[in-house]
Nanobody, 122 residues
């Protein structure tokens, strides 16, 4: 069992930046692919970014490429999402997730955090 706790959300103006953190506890962190999803009001959940167990391989949604960066720190059991040049359409609840690469990329991870709200004002 893996417990995931997100932090770092908040209100920011368009063009600003935020860094989300997701701290993992419970079972060892290293075997899992980690990722970030988001869900805006009235919209389907969207996979934003994923990082492999080694941290070498990453995957981004087209909508965030060049603006968001995912990374992980094994020593701290933490995964980060650096979000730059934020836009109002990035407003959503951001959720951290963990599982195998296949399941996470398919949008079917077993482990989820509770989510953190990101609101971008125009």
């Amino acid at each position: 069992q893996v417990q995931l706790v997100e932090s770092g959300g908040g209100l920011v103006q368009a063009g600003g930046s935020l860094r989300l953190s997701c701290a993992a506890s419970g079972r060892t962190f290293s075997p899992y692919t980690m990722g970030w999803f988001r869900q805006a009001a009235g919209k389907e959940r969207e996979r934003v970014a994923a990082v492999s167990r080694s941290g070498v391989n990453t995957l981004y949604a087209d909508s965030v490429k060049g603006r968001f960066t995912i990374s992980r720190d094994g020593a701290k059991n933490t995964v980060y999402l650096q979000m730059n040049n934020l836009a109002p359409e990035d407003t959503a609840v951001y959720l951290c997730a963990a599982d195998s690469w296949t399941r996470l990329v398919a949008g079917l991870p077993d482990y989820w955090g509770q989510g953190t709200q990101v609101t971008v004002s125009a």
